[in-house]
């Protein structure tokens, strides 16, 4: 699968599931990018291993998958800018 499906699918993952912020596994299904991405390899049938995540975290402009763990997180982050992060990509 091509990384731009996987970013759509990510992308389909945050709307219908939710975008958050912060700490991990708040238990209410919201993802934040990076869990996003790990859910779009999982659903593509691809093992979401921490080679194919980072890889996706630099075809997105991201060093790695904690820096857009980082840039999630950053206070002021908006919804709207995580999914335009996206279709840049998709």
């Given at each position: 699968m091509k990384p731009q499906q996987i970013y759509q699918k990510a992308k389909s993952a945050l709307l219908e599931r939710g975008w958050r912020q912060g700490a991990r596994a708040c238990g209410d299904g919201r993802?934040?990018?990076?869990?996003?991405?790990?859910?779009?390899?999982?659903?593509?049938?691809?093992?979401?291993?921490?080679?194919?995540?980072?890889?996706?975290?630099?075809h997105i402009g991201f060093r790695d998958a904690g820096e857009a763990v980082d840039w999630n997180d950053k206070p002021g982050r908006t919804f709207s800018e995580v999914l335009e992060r996206l279709d840049a990509w998709a």
């Open positions: 993802l934040c990018l990076a869990e996003a991405l790990v859910a779009a390899l999982d659903e593509a049938g691809q093992l979401p291993d921490g080679v194919a995540l980072k890889t996706l975290a630099r």
